[in-house]
Each structure stands twice: as structure tokens, then as C-alpha cells.
């Protein structure tokens, strides 16, 4: 998407003649009394006249910034926010996406030797700590596993909803309540059924609005196919790409999804080509399908010099040494727990 503009509406409001500091307030008000001679004694040793100039000035200092941040900036759908943004959403028929928690499915190891098993509802796996945070999600029912089976896949919830949870393979695998009969647990490939996903943010509800004025024409553009994926799919529109070159022949077309971290699974990208295909969504004679981001891999071998190394404890230089490998993951969009820059296609 284009940077969004950026506007001074102070400097507007000077330039149309209002004035925006203090001095500028007291001056146009001392020019006011001057013409109607009211007062005479518009000295800044006077009491009166610092009291009478104090009451006039902050009033006007509140008011030009109520303009500015509530009137002005709400005006316009580049700089409006919270509630002023909805109202702008509703005007083209959008609503703002709710936060909702993630779902997916993780693997239970049997111990060896042992018969059948039961892992109740609501057994609790969860994350080392990643950035001073622990994430959790827990079994939506009780299962049983049989005799003769060694693994089975068990659905479960996070916590709490947010993007958060949308952990690579391998993070989940700590079972801080031991199961009878169960020797480990993890996610695997495709675990995430359902990413979880934060409330709308300002600048992703923005770009959806955008993208609305693209949608009134009767062809199924991108502006369509991106809206529509994006809503069902919980994703910011910037992050679903178009490969438009009859990829299946003439009529085709691809669009690649990403996360803002984990990997998406097989069956929600099937959902979200059933509601284009079979739902009626798709355009006469479109062939258009939903694939997760292509990825490349590399093996990174990472030198970490640290400063005055004896000071440290065994145990704090393993952590030091997760804590790094976690946050050059979060560049790889593996977790999202650390303020560093992304990778993105074609970038």
C-alpha cells in the first residue's frame, strides 16, 4: 500500500489565519483590547492583565487542539482512528475484525509400554518463555487413545485470542501438568487451523476502506478477491499476493497468503478456497485459488560476541543464546514477540 499522507493540520490552521501558540493568542487578543480601549494597563507586570490574558489563551489552546485531534484528523480516512475510523468502515460497509484465539492441532506421544490412554479437556501445553511471556493453549475435549495407537493429533485452543499464538512447528511442547501414559507433546507442520489474530488495527481497518472504493465495479479485480480474503481469512489485506500469469492456463490465477507469523495449515487454506469456488464467490469463468506463501530455507550460523562473557552463568548464557535464536526466528516470521524488521516477499 501507498505510505499514508501525512498532514500538519496546525500548520493548516496558521495558514488560514488562526493563531496556534500562545504568543500568537495573546498578541491577536492585546490587538483586540487595543482597538476597543477597554483596558489600558497591558503591562506583563499587571496581575489583572496576566489573569485576564490567561483566561482568554488556555481556552483557545484547548480548543485548537481539540480541533486538530478530534475535528480535523477524524475528517479524513488517512488519519482518523478508534471510533471516528468505524464510522468511516460502516460507510462502506465494513465493521472492524474482532480478536479471535488460535485452534489448530497438536501431536500426543504415548510412552512406550503404555495401553490405553486418556488426555482429559483442557490439558495444558505451553511455550518456553519467549520474550519474558508464556503462551498456552489447552484441549477442547477428552480424547482416548486406543492400544494399538502410538500418537494422535488433539485439538486445542489458545488462552487468550491475539495473533500471538501463531507459533511455528516445535514451540508448543511443555506439558507443565504431567498426562499418565503420555511421554511428550508438540505442533507440528500445520498445526494452525484457525490463526488466532489481534483486533483490527487503525492502519489495517484503513487499507480494507481503501480498498473498498476499488471494489464498486462489476469485474472481480484484485480489490475484490483481496477484500473477500481478507475478510473471511482474518488477514491485512498487504499480506495476500497475486500471481495473475494463467498459472493452470487462461482464466487463472493464484493468490498467496501470509501470516504475520507461523505457517499456514492445508485446511485453512481449503476453507478459504471453498468459500471462493463453491460458495459462489468467484467470478464468471475466474479460476482462483488460495496457496500458503512459498518458502525458501537456509541453515544460519550465528556468532554472538558478548561483552564481558566470565560474568555470566551458565544458565544466562543459555538463555541468552534462546532469547537470540527466538528473536532472529521472529524475523522469520516464526513468532512475533520482538520489534524487529520482517522478511516479505520480493522485498
Given at each position: 500500500?501507498?505510505?499514508?499522507?501525512?498532514?500538519?493540520?496546525?500548520?493548516?490552521?496558521?495558514?488560514?489565519?488562526?493563531?496556534?501558540?500562545?504568543?500568537?493568542?495573546?498578541?491577536?487578543?492585546?490587538?483586540?483590547?487595543?482597538?476597543?480601549?477597554?483596558?489600558?494597563?497591558?503591562?506583563?507586570?499587571?496581575?489583572?492583565?496576566?489573569?485576564?490574558?490567561?483566561?482568554?489563551?488556555?481556552?483557545?489552546?484547548?480548543?485548537?487542539?481539540?480541533?486538530?485531534?478530534?475535528?480535523?484528523?477524524?475528517?479524513?480516512?488517512?488519519?482518523?482512528?478508534?471510533?471516528?475510523?468505524?464510522?468511516?468502515?460502516?460507510?462502506?460497509?465494513?465493521?472492524?475484525?474482532?480478536?479471535?484465539?488460535?485452534?489448530?492441532?497438536?501431536?500426543?506421544?504415548?510412552?512406550?509400554?503404555?495401553?490405553?490412554?486418556?488426555?482429559?479437556?483442557?490439558?495444558?501445553?505451553?511455550?518456553?518463555?519467549?520474550?519474558?511471556?508464556?503462551?498456552?493453549?489447552?484441549?477442547?475435549?477428552?480424547?482416548?487413545?486406543?492400544?494399538?495407537?502410538?500418537?494422535?493429533?488433539?485439538?486445542?485452543?489458545?488462552?487468550?485470542?491475539?495473533?500471538?499464538?501463531?507459533?511455528?512447528?516445535?514451540?508448543?511442547?511443555?506439558?507443565?501438568?504431567?498426562?499418565?501414559?503420555?511421554?511428550?507433546?508438540?505442533?507440528?507442520?500445520?498445526?494452525?487451523?484457525?490463526?488466532?489474530?489481534?483486533?483490527?488495527?487503525?492502519?489495517?481497518?484503513?487499507?480494507?476502506?481503501?480498498?473498498?472504493?476499488?471494489?464498486?465495479?462489476?469485474?472481480?479485480?484484485?480489490?475484490?478477491?483481496?477484500?473477500?480474503?481478507?475478510?473471511?481469512?482474518?488477514?491485512?489485506?498487504?499480506?495476500?499476493?497475486?500471481?495473475?500469469?494463467?498459472?493452470?492456463?487462461?482464466?487463472?490465477?493464484?493468490?498467496?497468503?501470509?501470516?504475520?507469523?507461523?505457517?499456514?495449515?492445508?485446511?485453512?487454506?481449503?476453507?478459504?478456497?471453498?468459500?471462493?469456488?463453491?460458495?459462489?464467490?468467484?467470478?464468471?469463468?475466474?479460476?482462483?485459488?488460495?496457496?500458503?506463501?512459498?518458502?525458501?530455507?537456509?541453515?544460519?550460523?550465528?556468532t554472538l560476541f558478548v561483552a564481558n562473557l566470565a560474568n555470566y552463568s551458565q544458565e544466562q548464557v543459555t538463555t541468552l543464546k534462546t532469547d537470540v535464536e527466538n528473536l532472529i526466528r521472529c524475523s522469520f516470521r516464526e513468532n512475533r514477540e520482538y520489534h524487529v524488521k520482517k522478511t516479505w516477499p520480493y522485498s
Amino acid at each position: 500500500m501507498e505510505t499514508k499522507p501525512t498532514i500538519d493540520y496546525e500548520k493548516v490552521l496558521h495558514d488560514g489565519g488562526m493563531p496556534t501558540t500562545e504568543a500568537e493568542i495573546s498578541a491577536a487578543f492585546a490587538k483586540v483590547v487595543d482597538e476597543a480601549g477597554l483596558v489600558t494597563n497591558t503591562s506583563k507586570m499587571s496581575p489583572f492583565w496576566r489573569l485576564i490574558n490567561t483566561l482568554v489563551t488556555r481556552p483557545v489552546l484547548w480548543l485548537k487542539a481539540a480541533l486538530i485531534n478530534v475535528t480535523l484528523k477524524n475528517m479524513y480516512l488517512a488519519t482518523a482512528s478508534g471510533t471516528w475510523l468505524d464510522m468511516f468502515a460502516w460507510g462502506v460497509n465494513l465493521k472492524r475484525k474482532p480478536a479471535s484465539a488460535a485452534q489448530g492441532v497438536l501431536r500426543f506421544y504415548k510412552t512406550a509400554g503404555a495401553s490405553m490412554v486418556t488426555v482429559p479437556a483442557g490439558t495444558v501445553i505451553q511455550t518456553e518463555r519467549i520474550n519474558g511471556e508464556i503462551y498456552r493453549v489447552s484441549t477442547t475435549e477428552s480424547v482416548v487413545m486406543a492400544d494399538n495407537v502410538f500418537s494422535a493429533l488433539l485439538p486445542v485452543r489458545a488462552e487468550a485470542a491475539g495473533g500471538a499464538f501463531n507459533f511455528a512447528p516445535g514451540y508448543f511442547r511443555i506439558l507443565p501438568v504431567a498426562v499418565s501414559g503420555i511421554e511428550r507433546v508438540q505442533n507440528e507442520e500445520g498445526w494452525l487451523l484457525t490463526p488466532g489474530s489481534d483486533a483490527e488495527s487503525d492502519d489495517d481497518l484503513r487499507d480494507r476502506c481503501r480498498n473498498q472504493y476499488n471494489w464498486v465495479g462489476n469485474y472481480h479485480t484484485d480489490a475484490v478477491y483481496r477484500g473477500m480474503i481478507a475478510a473471511v481469512a482474518g488477514l491485512s489485506i498487504d499480506r495476500i499476493f497475486f500471481l495473475h500469469d494463467a498459472p493452470r492456463g487462461a482464466g487463472t490465477a493464484n493468490a498467496y497468503l501470509l501470516l504475520d507469523s507461523g505457517v499456514i495449515s492445508q485446511p485453512f487454506i481449503e476453507a478459504v478456497n471453498d468459500y471462493i469456488t463453491h460458495q459462489g464467490h468467484h467470478g464468471h469463468g475466474d479460476d482462483m485459488q488460495c496457496l500458503p506463501m512459498p518458502e525458501t530455507h537456509y541453515e544460519l550460523s550465528v556468532t554472538l560476541f558478548v561483552a564481558n562473557l566470565a560474568n555470566y552463568s551458565q544458565e544466562q548464557v543459555t538463555t541468552l543464546k534462546t532469547d537470540v535464536e527466538n528473536l532472529i526466528r521472529c524475523s522469520f516470521r516464526e513468532n512475533r514477540e520482538y520489534h524487529v524488521k520482517k522478511t516479505w516477499p520480493y522485498s
